[in-house]
């Protein structure tokens, strides 16, 4: 790793990217960009982190995100925990806030928290000493994951100042929107939200955002089109008639493709309904760039935990 | 055994139900308003309590009031309750029935008379549900319960959600005089929401409950109230299409009337940010032109009254996430400060405006001898200290809990004494440092 900044966040806590400046995310995402080299060479691990220890506290099962989380810990020397909370004492009454200080007491410099009700990370970031990581809370943020997407189109395009970027799919419930919305027009970017009228409201504009619910006019010159993934549970509720409706409304493939930017990249957090949201064709042009979110997500946690305030062992 | 009689002396009396704002004496015997006038009473033999630069009104009367006993007694009682209200100025409340068990029978409402009797205050007037268990399917006895002492009947909390439900409730209660208070919100609409669906709630990733959940209610409601000649009374009116559609109801000459709330008045969904579970609320805080649209639709009668829906949790439950807490305010203790502070300090409206809609107005919707000072009325009176500065604190509370959202804020006036039938039952040591008795002076 060769980096020399120094900078660090003001804040102990990362709980979303509302808290951020554009300064504080392009500090992220230049940090970041020092750890992939560090997670892609033979030696995949740095002593930063040596002596901490990294709870993964997941109420809601992501095998997917607690890994990269884990990972990330790991790359960075820190001793990590996953606590499980189907077999643990939350289920058995104790509350949040308990749970929390329980894991605080047994020594843990950072607790990672997925958790299904909005705000429970500035609930407890409120109340514990411990470093908390927002890993998505409720339908309000999931700031890591808007920040490796950033880095992933930066990666791609360059700054994204001025890139128009598309956000297909139920805006209303997606914590991956709501924080890529904050972070890419800090950014700069222009964001436009697609989708039928019950997943995206028109409230969305307050956030500066644009609204369509014609896919092809939508993503017209887009630069990046980032899919979300349809909850399969909501077709046939009073929001949306039925997946067969949304795939042919608002599904991409590579015909489809066409009305955005040539060099428009395709994204989307995972995990795919393959043939809903994305096609395979669509899935497998070289457009798409869904593996590399993932690869980049391990050297933006790391960015993250090395960031934050009082994380460090040993100040340069 | 009976209460000696009293004066008090020199109180600039505000009584919107006689028109009276001047300097005056009052006379209490036996716990009755025996005079009132400009000139000095006999007060040989009378106790004298000189109340020389303080308004004397009559007790407030809050029509919305959750004292949680019987089955809630951890967050509040119908003693630590009524002495909310006496700290508030209320002198008569009313109190909502979803305890534990549902008040809806004649037990429940005398269990509920001789708990206020034994232990309470201030005149304490049962609510009824209107369905049995406030389950929406049975009506309950509105002939007995009206004779047992019910002032009005309400599912609380909930609305009456069958629309023929509410339709013969009304065609009944017409021939028992009181009204149907209603909870008016449509339970698919408002769903699983916490807040209300905005702006904020788009931001916060909270779920919303739309502004029509009320108002699909509130037009319900009052075309039943038309085709009846019920008398419906909406609960705790929170948003501009509600206020909009009283309004046409009462130019229509349908029986209905209607309140809201100190934290409605005052506060916006702006006040959730953070995750502020101190103004998670039923109905939810809407957005300014809401808040706009109940101060127009007070000032021009169409909300009648203002009642205080004084909803105790403890600080255990209301410390949550926001989608675990629970909905709710109290509001006795900090109702007039805070409404005094807000818009009679500010010069919107003046002291009889906000007085008439604490007593008289309130006292009129349910058939109330209350909320007036005339001679021969039992002596409910409160006495208030204007052009004061100070922190509205824990202390000044006496509810059980303390999910007040105004503490830490400074008030210019306080409830200097409450009385209820001539016997004080709050006296704050603020107004009179040395009690009431210093304030008592024998007749020149």
Same mark, same amino acid.
């Given at each position: 790793?060769?980096?020399?900044?120094?900078?660090?966040?003001?804040?102990?806590?990362?709980?979303?990217?509302?808290?951020?400046?554009?300064?504080?995310?392009?500090?992220?995402?230049?940090?970041?960009?020092?750890?992939?080299?560090?997670?892609?060479?033979?030696?995949?691990?740095?002593?930063?982190?040596?002596?901490?220890?990294?709870?993964?506290?997941?109420?809601?099962?992501?095998?997917?995100?607690?890994?990269?989380?884990?990972?990330?810990?790991?790359?960075?020397?820190?001793?990590?925990? @996953?606590?499980?909370?189907?077999?643990?004492?939350?289920?058995?009454? /104790?509350?949040?806030?308990?749970?929390?200080?329980?894991?605080?007491?047994?020594?843990?410099?950072?607790?990672?928290?997925?958790?299904?009700?909005?705000?429970?990370?500035?609930?407890?970031?409120?109340?514990?000493?411990?470093?908390?990581?927002?890993?998505?809370?409720?339908?309000?943020? =999931?700031?890591? !994951?808007?920040?490796?997407?950033?880095?992933? +189109?930066?990666?791609?395009?360059?700054?994204?100042?001025?890139?128009?970027?598309?956000?297909?799919?139920?805006?209303? =419930?997606?914590?991956?929107?709501?924080? @890529?919305?904050?972070?890419?027009?800090?950014?700069?970017?222009?964001?436009?939200?697609?989708?039928?009228?019950?997943?995206?409201?028109?409230?969305?504009?307050?956030?500066?955002?644009?609204?369509?619910?014609?896919?092809?006019?939508? +993503?017209?010159?887009?630069?990046?089109?980032?899919?979300?993934?349809?909850?399969?549970?909501? !077709?046939?509720?009073?929001?949306?008639?039925?997946?067969?409706?949304?795939?042919?409304?608002?599904?991409?493939?590579?015909?489809?493709?066409? =009305?955005?930017?040539?060099?428009?990249?395709?994204?989307?957090?995972?995990?795919?309904?393959?043939?809903?949201?994305?096609?395979?064709?669509?899935? /497998?042009?070289?457009?798409?760039?869904?593996?590399?979110?993932?690869? @980049?997500?391990?050297?933006?946690?790391?960015?993250?935990?090395?960031?934050?305030?009082?994380?460090?062992?040993?100040?340069? | 055994?009976?209460?000696?009689?009293?004066?008090?002396?020199?109180?600039?009396?505000?009584?919107?139900?006689?028109?009276?704002?001047?300097?005056?004496?009052?006379?209490?015997?036996?716990?009755?308003?025996?005079?009132?006038?400009?000139?000095?009473?006999?007060?040989? $033999?009378? #106790?004298?309590?000189? *109340?020389?630069?303080?308004?004397?009104?009559?007790?407030?009367?809050?029509?919305?009031?959750?004292?949680?006993?019987?089955?809630?007694?951890?967050?509040?009682?119908?003693?630590?309750?009524?002495?909310?209200?006496?700290?508030?100025?209320?002198?008569?409340?009313?109190?909502?029935?979803?305890?534990?068990?549902?008040?809806?029978?004649?037990?429940?409402?005398?269990?509920?008379?001789?708990? %206020?009797?034994?232990?309470?205050?201030?005149?304490?007037?049962?609510?009824?549900?209107?369905?049995?268990?406030?389950?929406?399917?049975?009506?309950?006895?509105?002939?007995?319960?009206?004779?047992?002492?019910?002032?009005?009947?309400?599912?609380?909390?909930?609305?009456? #959600?069958?629309?023929?439900?509410?339709?013969?409730?009304?065609?009944?209660?017409?021939?028992?005089?009181?009204?149907?208070?209603?909870?008016?919100?449509?339970?698919?609409?408002? $769903?699983?929401?916490?807040?209300?669906?905005?702006?904020?709630?788009?931001?916060?990733?909270? #779920?919303?409950?739309?502004?029509?959940?009320?108002?699909?209610?509130? %037009?319900?409601?009052?075309?039943?109230?038309?085709?009846?000649?019920?008398?419906?009374?909406?609960?705790?009116?929170?948003?501009?299409?509600?206020?909009?559609?009283?309004?046409?109801?009462?130019?229509?000459?349908?029986?209905?009337?209607?309140?809201?709330?100190?934290?409605?008045?005052?506060?916006?969904?702006?006040?959730?940010?953070?995750?502020?579970?101190?103004?998670?609320?039923?109905?939810?805080?809407?957005?300014?032109?809401?808040?706009?649209?109940?101060?127009?639709?007070?000032?021009?009668?169409?909300?009648?009254?203002?009642?205080?829906?004084?909803?105790?949790?403890?600080? *255990?439950?209301?410390?949550?996430?926001?989608?675990?807490?629970?909905?709710?305010?109290?509001?006795?203790?900090?109702?007039?400060?805070?409404?005094?502070?807000?818009?009679?300090?500010?010069?919107?409206?003046?002291?009889?405006?906000?007085?008439?809609?604490?007593?008289?107005?309130?006292?009129?919707?349910? $058939?109330?001898?209350?909320?007036?000072?005339?001679?021969?009325?039992?002596?409910?009176?409160?006495?208030?200290?204007?052009?004061?500065?100070?922190?509205?604190?824990?202390?000044?509370?006496?509810?059980?809990?303390?999910?007040?959202?105004?503490?830490?804020?400074?008030?210019? *006036?306080?409830?200097?004494?409450?009385?209820?039938?001539?016997?004080?039952?709050?006296?704050?040591?603020?107004?009179?440092?040395?009690?009431?008795?210093?304030?008592?002076?024998?007749?020149?």
């Amino acid at each position: 790793m060769n980096t020399d900044r120094h900078g660090q966040l003001q804040s102990k806590d990362l709980l979303g990217i509302e808290q951020l400046s554009k300064e504080d995310i392009l500090l992220i995402l230049d940090n970041a960009t020092g750890f992939k080299h560090v997670v892609t060479r033979t030696v995949k691990k740095v002593p930063t982190l040596r002596g901490k220890t990294v709870v993964n506290l997941f109420f809601e099962n992501s095998t997917r995100t607690r890994t990269s989380f884990e990972l990330a810990a790991r790359r960075l020397s820190a001793d990590v925990i @996953n606590f499980d909370v189907a077999t643990s004492s939350v289920n058995k009454g /104790e509350s949040l806030l308990d749970t929390v200080e329980t894991i605080e007491a047994l020594g843990a410099d950072y607790v990672v928290i997925r958790h299904g009700s909005s705000g429970a990370h500035q609930y407890l970031g409120r109340q514990v000493k411990a470093s908390i990581i927002n890993a998505g809370d409720g339908q309000h943020e =999931h700031p890591t !994951q808007a920040l490796l997407d950033c880095f992933t +189109i930066r990666e791609n395009k360059g700054d994204l100042a001025g890139l128009k970027v598309c956000i297909v799919g139920d805006i209303l =419930h997606s914590r991956v929107a709501r924080s @890529n919305i904050l972070a890419m027009t800090r950014l700069g970017a222009r964001v436009t939200l697609i989708g039928p009228p019950t997943l995206v409201p028109e409230g969305f504009r307050s956030m500066g955002a644009d609204i369509r619910h014609d896919m092809d006019e939508g +993503i017209r010159n887009a630069d990046v089109v980032y899919m979300l993934r349809i909850q399969l549970e909501r !077709q046939g509720s009073h929001l949306l008639p039925s997946l067969k409706e949304y795939k042919q409304l608002y599904g991409l493939d590579a015909d489809r493709m066409r =009305h955005a930017k040539r060099d428009a990249i395709i994204m989307h957090p995972g995990p795919v309904n393959f043939g809903v949201e994305l096609s395979r064709d669509a899935m /497998e042009s070289p457009q798409t760039k869904i593996l590399d979110q993932v690869t @980049n997500g391990v050297a933006v946690r790391m960015a993250c935990m090395y960031l934050l305030r009082g994380a460090r062992n040993v100040e340069a | 055994m009976k209460p000696e009689s009293l004066v008090i002396a020199n109180a600039t009396v505000v009584d919107p139900s006689q028109g009276l704002h001047s300097e005056m004496h009052v006379v209490v015997e036996n716990g009755v308003i025996a005079d009132i006038s400009r000139s000095m009473p006999e007060t040989a $033999g009378r #106790r004298v309590v000189d *109340a020389k630069g303080l308004h004397l009104a009559a007790g407030f009367v809050d029509l919305r009031t959750h004292l949680r006993e019987p089955g809630g007694e951890g967050s509040e009682t119908i003693e630590s309750g009524t002495r909310a209200a006496a700290a508030g100025g209320f002198t008569t409340i009313h109190a909502m029935a979803n305890t534990s068990p549902v008040c809806d029978s004649t037990t429940g409402v005398q269990y509920v008379l001789s708990r %206020a009797a034994d232990t309470g205050c201030v005149n304490v007037v049962p609510v009824a549900a209107v369905t049995r268990g406030q389950e929406g399917r049975e009506m309950v006895n509105f002939g007995v319960l009206r004779r047992a002492g019910v002032g009005a009947f309400s599912d609380s909390v909930h609305p009456v #959600r069958n629309a023929d439900m509410m339709r013969r409730a009304l065609e009944y209660t017409r021939m028992v005089g009181v009204p149907i208070m209603e909870h008016c919100q449509d339970l698919d609409l408002a $769903g699983e929401g916490v807040m209300h669906e905005g702006e904020v709630s788009l931001r916060l990733g909270l #779920r919303g409950i739309p502004r029509i959940a009320e108002s699909v209610v509130v %037009a319900r409601d009052v075309a039943l109230a038309a085709a009846t000649g019920g008398h419906v009374h909406i609960s705790h009116v929170s948003t501009r299409e509600s206020v909009k559609a009283i309004r046409e109801a009462k130019l229509d000459g349908v029986r209905v009337t209607a309140e809201t709330t100190p934290h409605h008045l005052t506060m916006t969904d702006a006040d959730v940010e953070g995750y502020n579970t101190l103004a998670k609320v039923k109905p939810p805080l809407c957005g300014e032109a809401d808040r706009l649209a109940l101060l127009e639709g007070l000032e021009d009668g169409t909300i009648d009254c203002i009642a205080t829906d004084h909803a105790p949790h403890p600080a *255990a439950e209301k410390n949550k996430v926001f989608d675990a807490a629970p909905f709710g305010i109290i509001g006795l203790e900090s109702c007039f400060p805070l409404l005094y502070t807000r818009f009679v300090e500010s010069g919107r409206w003046d002291l009889d405006f906000l007085i008439e809609r604490l007593t008289v107005k309130p006292a009129e919707v349910v $058939g109330g001898r209350w909320g007036t000072l005339r001679t021969g009325q039992p002596a409910d009176m409160v006495l208030i200290q204007t052009g004061v500065s100070y922190e509205f604190e824990r202390r000044h509370l006496r509810s059980k809990c303390s999910n007040c959202p105004w503490l830490g804020e400074t008030f210019g *006036a306080r409830i200097a004494a409450t009385f209820v039938n001539g016997s004080a039952v709050f006296v704050n040591e603020e107004a009179f440092p040395k009690g009431l008795a210093a304030a008592r002076k024998e007749a020149r």
